[in-house]
């Protein structure tokens, strides 16, 4: 599972800047055009963004990496 969100990550990446590039690059005279690419590279950069978190959560969960220093607060300075 962890191989293809590392996949969907890199497609979803690749996605966000070519389409970002379109989006910005486009010609005023179909604007169109330039919305479309502009929902197509927020969709890549959300999914993107979303499989990156996932990777990293789950690298901690398995023990790949040292899990990230978190302070453990007690009940009182939750208040």
């Known amino acids: 599972m962890a191989k293809l969100i590392a996949i969907l990550n890199v497609v979803a990446w690749s996605g966000f800047w070519s389409f970002g590039y379109l989006a910005l690059t486009a ?12 929902l ?3 969709g890549g950069a959300a999914i993107g ?31």
């Open 27 to 38: 010609g005023t005279e179909d604007p169109n055009q330039s919305t479309i690419a502009m």
């Open 40 to 42: 197509l590279a927020a």
């Open 49 to 79: 963004l979303w499989a990156w978190l996932w990777l990293a959560r789950h690298s901690e969960k398995i023990g790949y990496v040292k899990p990230a220093n978190r302070v453990v607060k007690t009940d009182e300075e939750m208040v």
